[in-house]
C-alpha cells in the first residue's frame, strides 16, 4: 500500500510539474508577444492615428491589461483632441432668411459656402477665424474624422442638419475599443470620464452605424433610427423615405486662393535680429508707430515699434527704453521682409519646416523635456560666411491658426502665416 501511495505521489508532482511548465510557457509567450508590441508613440509616428487605432484592434489580445489600457488612452487622448478643435465646425448657422431648410435649397441657407452641385465647402466664404482652422486641421491632417453635411430625413423631407464631423463606422467601431477603456459609458452610450464628467466635444461627432454605398441603388435598414454615412452626395435620394434618420455626406473643401503678396516679384528688405531700433528706423523709415507700456512681467516696460506687416517687441526697465535696444522679438506676416531664412509666408508649413531643420538646430522646452518640432535656434550669417549664433528663437505660425504637436498632424495645405523671432525669458 506504501508503495502504491508513493507512486501515485510521484504521479501527481509529475502532472502539478507538468502542468507548471506549459503555464510558463503559454506565460513567456504571451511576454514575448507583448515585449515585441510596438508602443503608441511608435506607431503614430510611423501611420498616424487611423494607423494606431488599427493597430491596437488587430493586436488587442496580445497586449497586457496595464500595456493595454496605456495604448487605450493614448488613442482616447488623441481623438478628444481632434474633437474639440472640430467641434465649432458644428457651429456653423444658416443664412437667417424665407427659405425651407431642406436640401432643396441649402445652398440659400449658406450662400457662398456650400455648394450641393458638386458637394464643396468653400473656406474662402467662412468669416470666422476658429471655423477656417478647424476645417484646415481636419481636412488636411486627418485621417480619423471627416468633415461632412449633415441632414435630418422623416416623412419625406431632407433637411438641413448643418455640418460637423464624422466617423466612417468601421473606423468607429475600432475606435471604441480605446473609448470603452479609458471613459465610461452612459445609458445611452454617451461616454463620460471615470469621475462622470461628461465629453461634450466627443458627443459633437458624429457617429453613423451603417454606409450606403456609391454604388447601392436602393436602401433598407433595420435599424429604428439608422445613423447613416452616405458615400456618395446623390444616393441621399435613396433615403428619402426614410423614418427619422440621420444622414451625413463627406464634402469636398475648396482652400484660400493664393495672396498676391506671396506672388510679388520685389526682393525683400533683408533685416537682422541684431539691429538696434535706431539702425531698423534708419532703415525702414519714419513710417512707423511707436508705443510703450507698462509691463508688469519680466520687465517693467514694454515697447513696439511696427510698420506695416512686421512689428518689433523690445523690453526694458527704464521708461524711455535706449536707441540702442535690440529687439527681443520681431513678427513677420509679410513678404517685404525677411532675415536669415529662405521661404516665404504662403509658403508650404512642411518645406518651411524642412528648411529649418537644415540649416538650423530645433529649441528645446526644458518644461517638458524635449525638443519642439518646429521652433528652431536663430542664426544669422555675417557677408563673410560666418555664421553667429543668437538668443533669439525662430517659430512659425500657420495659416490654419492651430499649434500642431508633430509634423504628422500637417500637410501641404497648411501654409506660413507668420514668423516670429523671439528671445525667451524662462
Known amino acids: 500500500i506504501k508503495a502504491e501511495m508513493e507512486a501515485e505521489q510521484k504521479l501527481k508532482e509529475e502532472l502539478e510539474a507538468k502542468i507548471r511548465a506549459e503555464l510558463e510557457a503559454e506565460n513567456q509567450t504571451s ?57 465649432v465646425i458644428s457651429y456653423m448657422e444658416p443664412e437667417p432668411g424665407p427659405a425651407p431648410h431642406t436640401i432643396e435649397y441649402v445652398e440659400w441657407l449658406y450662400p457662398g459656402i456650400y455648394n450641393s452641385a458638386d458637394n464643396t465647402l ?59 477603456i479609458t471613459f465610461d459609458k452612459q445609458e445611452f452610450g ?10 461634450p466635444a ?24 439608422p445613423n447613416v454615412y452616405v ?11 426614410a423614418y427619422k434618420t440621420d444622414a451625413y455626406i463627406p464634402v469636398n473643401v475648396i482652400f484660400e486662393q493664393q495672396s498676391s503678396n506671396n506672388a510679388s516679384s520685389e526682393e525683400p528688405i533683408v533685416l537682422s535680429a541684431l539691429m538696434t531700433r535706431d ?34 517687441g523690445f523690453a526694458h526697465n527704464t ?7 535690440r529687439p527681443d522679438s520681431i513678427s513677420i506676416t509679410s513678404n517685404k521682409y525677411t532675415l536669415n531664412y529662405d521661404f516665404k509666408i504662403g509658403d508650404s508649413a ?13 529649441a528645446y522646452d526644458h518644461h517638458n523635456d524635449e525638443n519642439i518640432f518646429d521652433r528652431f535656434n536663430y542664426t544669422e550669417v555675417k557677408s563673410s560666411g560666418e555664421r553667429v549664433n543668437t538668443s533669439h528663437i525662430l517659430a512659425l505660425e500657420y495659416d490654419t491658426g492651430e499649434h500642431y504637436r508633430n509634423k504628422s498632424q500637417m500637410n501641404e495645405n497648411v501654409k506660413i502665416s507668420g514668423v516670429r523671432i523671439f528671445i525667451p525669458f524662462d
Open 122 to 180: 468653400d473656406i474662402n466664404g467662412i468669416t470666422c477665424i476658429a471655423t477656417k482652422g478647424a476645417i484646415h486641421f481636419i481636412d488636411n491632417n486627418d485621417d480619423v474624422f471627416t468633415i461632412v453635411k449633415a441632414y435630418w430625413i422623416s416623412d419625406g423631407n431632407i433637411e438641413d442638419a448643418g455640418f460637423g464631423v464624422a466617423m466612417h463606422p468601421d473606423i468607429y467601431r475600432k475606435v471604441q475599443r480605446s473609448l470603452d
Open 350 to 362: 512642411l518645406k518651411a519646416i524642412a528648411y529649418c531643420e537644415n540649416n538650423f538646430t530645433n
Open 231 to 241: 458615400e456618395a452626395p446623390d444616393k441621399i435620394e435613396l433615403l428619402r423615405d
Open 31 to 87: 511576454a514575448d508577444k507583448t515585449a515585441n508590441l510596438k508602443s503608441y508613440d511608435d506607431v503614430y509616428q510611423e501611420s498616424g492615428l487611423l494607423g494606431a487605432i488599427k493597430y491596437f484592434d488587430a493586436n488587442y489580445n496580445q497586449f497586457t491589461e496595464a500595456a493595454r489600457k496605456a495604448f487605450a488612452d493614448k488613442v482616447s487622448e488623441e481623438v478628444v483632441h481632434r474633437a474639440e478643435i472640430a467641434e
Open 319 to 325: 521708461k524711455n527704453m535706449p536707441s540702442d535696444k
Open 202 to 225: 466627443l458627443e459633437k461627432v458624429f457617429k453613423p452605424t451603417e454606409v450606403l454605398k456609391a454604388s447601392a441603388s436602393n436602401w433598407a435598414s433595420d435599424e429604428t433610427y
Open 279 to 312: 539702425e531698423i528706423i534708419k532703415k525702414l523709415g519714419n513710417d512707423y508707430t511707436f508705443k510703450t507700456d507698462a509691463d508688469g512681467g519680466y520687465f517693467d516696460y514694454y515697447s513696439v515699434l511696427e510698420y506695416d506687416g512686421i512689428r518689433f
Open 190 to 199: 454617451e461616454y463620460v470620464s471615470k469621475s462622470g464628467e461628461p465629453m
